[in-house]
C-alpha cells in the first residue's frame, strides 16, 4: 500500500477523505494514541508544550448568534456585562504578566462580527505591535476580516489570527445563523493570502455526532498548507445560551480522540488543548499530550469562561517532565 493511500502513515497530505478520518478516529482508544504518539514525536519535540494567555480585550455586545457563546447580544439571560475596546496600555500590561508568568503566545479576542476601520482598529494594531515587541507571538480573533484588513494586521507583525470552523459544515447552521461556513473560510484564505499564521479549530459538545467532528477535521487537514494552530474545544456550557441548559458534559475520551486525530492529520501543527481543559483531570490531560497535544491556554479565564489556574498548570507541566515552548511559530506543511 503507498503512503497516500494508508490512513495511519505519519505523512503530509491535502487529500483526506470523512470515511479515512473516521476510520482514524475510531480506532481502539489506545491504538489511536499509539498512532498519534509516533507521528507527534516524529514531527515535534514531545517535551514542548507552549503556555498561551488569552483576553479579552472588547466583551459582550456581539451581533452574532453563535449557540454557545456568552458574548452573544442575542442571549440576553447570560448576565455578561459589556465592556468596550480595553486601552491599549492595559492590554500591554496584561501580556508584559503574562510573559513573567511563562506564556510566549499573547492572544487578544474582540467580541465583534467583523471590525470596522478606524480608531478601534488602530488601536488593535498598536496592540499587536507592543506585544510583538515584548518578545511573544501574537494572535487576535476580531470576527470576519477584509483583505485590507488582513494585509494591516500583517504589516503590524501579527503571527496568528484565530477563527474557529466551530463544527463540521452540515451541522454548522444549528449553531450559527449569522454567517455562513463559507464566510468563516474566506476569512482563514484572506489571512493566509497576506501571510498570517492561521489558528483554527473547533468545538465538541454542542450537539453534533462524530461524523460531524471529523468533517471539521477533514476541511482543516484539506487546506494546504495546513493551520500552524488547531485549538481543539469542549463546549463549557453557559447559562443563558441556548445551548447551556441541554449540553451533555464531553467524555474526557472523546478530547484524547480528537487530540489524536488531529496530530494524525495534521503532524506539525499546534494541536491547543483549549476550552473545557478545566473539567479534565491531570490524567486525562496527560493523555491529551502523549496524544499530541502540544500547547494550552493558562490563566483563570479563556475569554469568559472558567480556566484552570497557572499554578496547576506548571506543577503538572513539571510532574510530567514538559518544558515550556520558545515563541517560534513552526512552519506547516
Known sequence: MSQAADPHAPVFRHDWSVAEIRAIHDLPLLDLVYRAAAVHRAHNDPSDVQRASLLSIKTGACPEDCGYCSQSAHHKGTGLPRQRLMPVETVLAEAAAAKANGATRFCMGAAWRSPRDGAEFDSVLDMVRGVR?????????????????????????????????????????????????????????????????????????????????????????????????????????????????????????????????????????????????????????ALCFLAGANSIFYGERLLTTANNEADSDAALLQDLGIRVAEPVLAAAE
Do not use: W
Not at 477584509?146 to 503590524?156: D, F, K, N, V
Not at 480528537?258 to 499546534?270: D, E, L, W
Open 133 to 285: 515587541g515584548l518578545g511573544m507571538e501574537a494572535c487576535v480573533t476580531l470576527g470576519m476580516l477584509t483583505t485590507s484588513q488582513a494585509e494591516r494586521l500583517a504589516e503590524a507583525g501579527l503571527t496568528a489570527y484565530n477563527h474557529n470552523l466551530d463544527t463540521g459544515p452540515d451541522y454548522y447552521d444549528k449553531i450559527v445563523s449569522t454567517r455562513t461556513y463559507e464566510d468563516r473560510l474566506n476569512t482563514l484564505d484572506r489571512v493566509r493570502e497576506a501571510g498570517i499564521g492561521v489558528c483554527c479549530g473547533g468545538i465538541i459538545g454542542l450537539g453534533e455526532g462524530v461524523g460531524d467532528r471529523v468533517a471539521m477535521l477533514q476541511v482543516l487537514a484539506n487546506h494546504a498548507p495546513h493551520p500552524e494552530s488547531v485549538p481543539i474545544n469542549a463546549l463549557a456550557a453557559v447559562p443563558g445560551t441556548p445551548l447551556g441548559d441541554t449540553a451533555t458534559p464531553v467524555d474526557p475520551f472523546d478530547m484524547v480522540r480528537m487530540c489524536a486525530t488531529a496530530r494524525i492529520v495534521m503532524p506539525k501543527a499546534r494541536v491547543r488543548l483549549s476550552a473545557g481543559r478545566k473539567a479534565l483531570s491531570r490524567e486525562a490531560q
